[in-house]
T-cell receptor, first 110, second 113 residues
């Protein structure tokens, strides 16, 4: 099946800093989503972005489908940005399931 | 409000007992999914359903069972055959399975005592 790798696994930043999270996938996809898992475990939808670029406030994401990667940018980090960020994809061919990466744990220090 | 509701939020079970986790959605979505998350790990797919009365096994279906008798409901039963059931369980839905955005419920934390 499709493989999804996220980097870095852990990231610790000072409040106000910018960050870039990366998601690499091993096959062509028709769905790519970024989620933020809050301290209570809930998955919050950030972006649905199988290709192209989107922005929502301090967050933006870019997916280059032909090169099989996606980037999530967080600018001017706040402590509320802390948590785990997951990338998930659905492969174009084969089993049509949403496959998750192992996540990036982001900690923002005041 | 439209959304996905999982209940209960916390569940304690004695070893050897079956337990059923509820997942209801009022988004009129066709596809529904169950995932399991262990501490510090990503999400792994247990079962998914594309339409009523149809479902498929995911990567870790052993020890679990599901039903899809109604479009809005997809309950998950954790049976006594599941060797390590303590985990966080998340339910999701999407309009269709392929290429559409999935949304998640708030999860059920199951502890076997």
């Amino acid at each position: 099946g499709i493989q999804v790798e996220q980097s870095p696994p852990d990231l610790i930043l000072q409040e106000g800093a910018n960050s870039t999270l990366r998601c690499n996938f091993s096959d062509s996809v028709n769905n790519l989503q970024w989620f933020h898992q809050n301290p209570w475990g809930q998955l919050i939808n950030l972006f649905y972005i199988p290709s192209g670029t989107k922005q929502n406030g301090r967050l933006s994401a870019t997916t280059v489908a032909t090169e099989r990667y996606s980037l999530l940018y967080i600018s001017s980090s706040q402590t509320t940005d802390s948590g785990v960020y997951f990338c998930a994809v659905v492969a174009n061919f084969g089993n049509e399931k949403l496959t998750f990466g192992t996540g990036t744990r982001l900690t923002i220090i005041p | 409000d439209g959304g996905i509701t999982q209940s209960p939020k916390y569940l304690f079970r004695k070893e050897g007992q079956n337990v059923t986790l509820s997942c209801e959605q009022n988004l009129n979505h066709d596809a529904m999914y169950w995932y399991r998350q262990d501490p510090g790990q990503g999400l792994r797919l247990i079962y998914y359903s594309q339409i009523v009365n149809d479902f498929q096994k995911g990567d870790i279906a052993e020890g679990y069972s599901v039903s899809r008798e109604k479009k809005e409901s997809f309950p998950l039963t954790v049976t006594s055959a599941q060797k390590n059931p303590t985990a966080f369980y998340l339910c999701a839905s999407s309009i269709h399975q392929k290429g559409t955005e999935a949304f998640f419920g708030q999860g059920t934390r199951l502890t076997v005592v």
